[in-house]
DNA sequence: TTATTGTAGATTGTCAACAATTTACTATTA
DNA sequence: TAATAGTAAATTGTTGACAATCTACAATAA
């Protein structure tokens, strides 16, 4: 858990390396915002488990660190909406009921729906080949029985239109809402042991997306949700 | 800066007051939450200047108050975007530019339509009167020349229809960006010592919110945000 | 037996000290 | 003089202890 920061070596003997690859900045990284990263996996793998209590004194054992930046680590995750902290009482592991569900899906549509208006004239190849990438990484994932994999895949796919149209805010509103859709995901794939999503359904998303028509695109992201909430549904229902 | 929690007292010969109002919940207000709005009437009043760098100890100094809730305050902060905190830096206080703005604008539009088209067939009474008391209350700070209030009430009118929609990541996605408008209210009346709003724009846009067509608020939103974005571009030009 | 009260234990929130890292300033070198 | 190196000071991040609060359990009363 302690890790030490890496750092990078470029050595004077190769000067080829130096012109191809650009030297980045080295981001320092908390050890509280490495805390975050783990408890959010361990909650979207279910290992800690949705509706759970949690305790930060358990956490800190559990992970073997201080109270201090698990405390952090936590106040991040809250205001990711994982988990819902009531001062002075507790902690408890956020558990996505229908409606919330139902709610993400419709903020989603507005969202998308305001990316792809910013991105369409800026569309280019880098996004053509970056989106195709990222599709098949999501089929890929497919073939493996790994939720969280396939449940990130399937966030990361989505990701690329904010992370291409250049509205930090729009960008900062997704990710907000993005961990508890990967979390839907993941549980609604570990409870149901199907492979969530449908292959062609992010085909087609795909095609309208690289497309010419930004009314079919819009169209296509309607139905798209419309899709995955009545999806959602059917299991509901099944399950009860 | 050392509150106490006040009780609520019952007193046993006044049955009358018990039949007719609730007894709420006491919800207990930790340190740190008192520190953050404390913090973020600093900013938005102006008195921690946007751009400005902000350390703990200068801040935990100034308020009183030790480091530790203040640093979680500023993490709250932080998380509403008031502030940008780099690890091992420093924090920076949000200097909202001209494409932040237009950034809070076109988001706003989304979220409000998708606010209106939830709410519209769940109006009530209750909404209409709680719109015209919060219009009212706007329209009233209008005649003082406190920055602060009127940005604050001009939050408040915006906000009743989240509030009512009963979406909550909606609220939610609402609240993360009201504080940056808030802050940009109160700043752009700062330097052009004009009263915002504009009277008359409310008044319309409070008539289509309690009106019968949904279309007709819906293009309302529209106009309304391109008009405050207008606006905003005139003042830059002249300040230029 | 059920309801109420009191208290111990568990947990959360704050505090102050220490560790880790960055920034600013000074001295040295070219 | 400008650039570089070294170091002190300032600041951020973590730690462990203490204070404050809540919950669970035991004892008492009805």
Redesign the pocket.
Known sequence: MRDH?EQVHTTMNEPQLMSQNRVKPIK?E???NQIAANLRRAIISGEIESGSQ?????LAARFG?????L??AMGQIAAEGLIE?I?????RVLKLSPEDVREIYSLRTSLETLAFREVWERRDEAFVRELEIRHKALLETLALDDHVASSEAEVRFHSLVYETCGHKLLLESWRRIAGRMQLYLAEHQRAHGRKAPIEDAHERYLQLAVGNSLALMLEEIDAHMQRGFRQMEQYLSFAD
Chains 1, 2 share one sequence.
Not at 54 to 58: H, L, R, V
Not at 65 to 69: D, E, L, N
Not at 87 to 91: A, C, K, L
């Open positions: 920061n320092r908390t050890f509280s949690i305790t930060e004194s358990d660190v201080s109270r201090g930046p405390r952090e902290t001062p002075y009482t507790g902690t």
